[in-house]
């Protein structure tokens, strides 16, 4: 199996990182079979040099240095907090309009009297929804909410933990979320899997400092015309892509109008 490229120069390739798939080989995983950096390099027939990460059940925009100058600067980028990270997440509950989680976190496997690591990610809702269905024989509705997560530090799982430490743990979430919820999730889409979207990335250009947009090809909002849903996108041929517009998009969203997006 390829997988698609989003933007390749002599410096650097931003490839589409498919849920389920590893960024590289780890013990943790040791029956997984799927990694993007031996893909990569195999599809691309050249080394390629790790510089981020995402969990293995995140899809979408993951980047790749081509040589190990971009990668030196790359990865200097990302520890300066240079790199703007932009991910979509389905949530539960309505979640509030505008959030700042200030949140330090220790790493996951790190002993418990281990120092904590500061850890900022900024939160802005932009879609709630109330399903008339029972999730929780507490409630008579199902609620939920789509989250745009910006993390200002890297800490990982950081996303992950700082909204199950808001009450609105991401749906699919087999370790920070709700095992019942997940499952009434799973069985409501169709599909079993981590709701979170690696959806926009911007870095400076390793080579002169350029401003770099990457972007997944999901769209929020959906189309709203007939040429804009039949103008081509990378959802015609990633399956992730297409879980979110087929799975999640049809749902009876309703968006926050600017002035509502607050806390």
């Known amino acids: 199996m390829s997988l698609a490229l989003l933007w390749?120069?002599?410096?650097?390739?931003?490839?589409?990182?498919?849920?389920?798939?590893?960024?590289?080989?780890?013990?943790?995983?040791?029956?997984?079979?799927?990694?993007?950096?031996?893909?990569?390099?195999?599809?691309?027939?050249?080394?390629?040099y790790p510089v981020h990460r995402l969990d293995k059940g995140t899809c979408g925009v993951l980047v790749m240095a081509l040589t190990p100058q971009a990668a030196?600067?790359?990865?200097?980028?990302?520890?300066?907090?240079?790199?703007?990270?932009?991910?979509?997440?389905?949530?539960?509950?309505?979640?509030?309009?505008?959030?700042?989680?200030?949140?330090?976190?220790?790493?996951?496997?790190?002993?418990?009297?281990?120092?904590?690591q500061p850890a900022i990610t900024h939160l802005r809702c932009l879609a709630r929804l109330e399903l008339p269905e029972a999730s929780d024989p507490r409630f008579a509705t199902t609620r939920a909410s789509l989250v745009l997560a910006e993390p200002a530090t890297g800490r990982r799982h950081q996303i992950r933990r700082h909204l199950k430490h808001i009450a609105h743990p991401i749906l699919g979430d087999a370790t920070h979320g709700k095992g019942p919820l997940n499952r009434w999730w799973a069985a409501r889409l169709g599909l079993q899997r981590l709701w979170l979207h690696a959806w926009q990335l911007e870095l400076p250009h390793p080579a002169d400092g350029r401003p770099l947009a990457l972007h997944s090809g999901l769209r929020w909002p959906p189309a709203a015309t007939a040429a804009e849903a039949e103008a081509p996108t990378h959802a015609d041929t990633l399956p992730c892509l297409r879980d979110w517009q087929q799975r999640v998009w049809p749902l009876p969203w309703q968006p926050l109008a600017p002035e509502h997006q607050k806390a």
């Open 72 to 116: 030196r600067t790359l990865s200097e980028a990302f520890a300066a907090q240079a790199v703007r990270k932009r991910y979509l997440a389905l949530v539960r509950g309505w979640a509030p309009g505008q959030a700042q989680v200030d949140h330090p976190l220790r790493p996951d496997d790190a002993s418990p009297d281990a120092p904590v």
């Open 8 to 48: 390749r120069d002599e410096h650097l390739v931003a490839v589409y990182k498919p849920a389920g798939w590893l960024v590289h080989r780890t013990g943790l995983d040791a029956g997984e079979t799927r990694f993007v950096l031996q893909t990569l390099r195999d599809q691309l027939g050249r080394h390629v």
